[in-house]
């Protein structure tokens, strides 16, 4: 079976509940659905993020490198050739989420063919992740009575604190509110996004050391190197890599040069085929990672399901899994449920990503 084309649909969803943090904001969803066409007729689906903030991508740059670079790259190779396909799309620099789009795309193509669900032909760990929401930025009172809601409604007890401000006694403050409304048994953490400087972060760290904070994504810029590798040798927490490993050859990096001693993967950037690797790196070494949020939509959120599931060192921790609930609307046909703080794989072949063509219809830009 081969690959024929790869179709790139521009869309935009509004959002309910805009997410605000320290790097940028987002209003709408306005990603981009791949699909990759087969001359047996089996097309495998995945959703692409744009996030110009992070890696440099618009919702124009993943319709152009899909449609204009990596299809006719791509067209005439075997589904099952994923490596030659991972090194023909290397030969493009960045364009980290449109990679990771259509290597997913392409699993989904294979669990199709294969009649069996992507989870278990990636590993088969487990049916199910436990889930993490993240928080934008809000005032202190304002994000625990989202966080109870999320809890009372969802089952959902663990939370990621987006931080990052100034003055930094906001984000301290906010912690200490989470903490306190919470209770001793709810799981935080908090990410900066680079917000802060190595400094910052470390007074951050100092103020909040009584709090049970879990670890400290992305505190500072990682290029602010000395500083960087001082605040991971000091810290009391781990601290996560995250914009600053987008690969595997940056996370590795990151781990191997003290940047980080802790990594986020996150499928909509490394689609499956490389994630794996980077998992693979981080059990060898000994680095805990967690499934991170591209603030994905249903049909992003149930492939990162799909991996994290996979792999007893994936599954072992909340994924960020929850944050399409700010969305308006959804392109996925069969919709998303958190059951008792879980979402389920879904049990069907291929990623399991049916879209209601009708909504794509609605939402498309084009």
Request: glycine content about 8%; cysteine-free; charged content about 25%.
């Amino acid at each position: 079976m081969k690959i024929t084309r790869i179709e790139a649909v521009p869309y935009s969803i509004p959002y309910i509940h805009p997410l605000h943090f320290a790097s940028g904001s987002v209003d709408e969803a306005d990603h981009v659905l791949v699909r990759v066409h087969t001359d047996e007729g089996i097309v495998g689906v995945a959703d692409t993020p744009p996030r110009p903030y992070t890696y440099g991508e618009t919702q124009k740059s993943i319709v152009a490198v899909v449609e204009d670079i990596f299809s006719p790259q791509l067209a005439g190779l075997d589904i099952f050739a994923r490596d030659r396909m991972q090194t023909i799309m290397d030969r493009t620099v960045h364009n980290q989420t449109a990679k990771g789009a259509v290597d997913i795309a392409v699993w989904d193509v294979i669990g199709k063919y294969l009649n069996q669900p992507v989870s278990s032909l990636l590993g088969g760990f487990t049916d199910h992740m436990t889930v993490s929401h993240m928080l934008g930025f809000k005032p202190a009172q304002e994000l625990l009575q989202i966080a109870l809601e999320f809890r009372e409604k969802h089952g959902i007890n663990t939370f990621k604190l987006k931080t990052g401000r100034h003055p930094i006694s906001l984000d301290i403050e906010a912690a200490r509110v989470m903490r306190e409304g919470l209770g001793p048994e709810a799981h935080l953490y908090m990410d900066a996004n680079r917000g802060w400087s190595a400094n910052e972060s470390a007074e951050v760290l100092r103020q909040t050391a009584d709090l049970g904070m879990e670890f400290l994504e992305e505190p500072d810029d990682a290029r602010e190197v000395l500083g960087r590798r001082r605040l991971v040798t000091n810290s009391p927490i781990p601290i996560a890599a995250d914009e600053s490993a987008p690969d595997l050859g940056t996370a590795a990096r990151e781990i191997l040069t003290g940047g980080a001693n802790f990594l986020a993967i996150k499928t909509a950037r490394s689609g499956f085929t490389e994630a794996t690797k980077i998992l693979g790196m981080a059990q060898g070494m000994g680095i805990d990672v967690y499934v991170g949020n591209q603030i994905d939509t249903q049909v992003g959120t149930i492939a990162s399901v799909t991996f994290g599931a996979a792999f007893a060192h994936t599954s072992k921790r909340a994924g960020e899994l929850s944050n399409y609930l700010d969305m308006a609307d959804d392109l996925l046909a069969e919709p998303l449920s958190i059951e008792d703080g879980k979402i389920f794989v879904r049990d069907v072949p291929g990623v399991g990503t049916a879209i209601d063509e009708d909504k794509l219809a609605h939402y498309r830009s084009n």
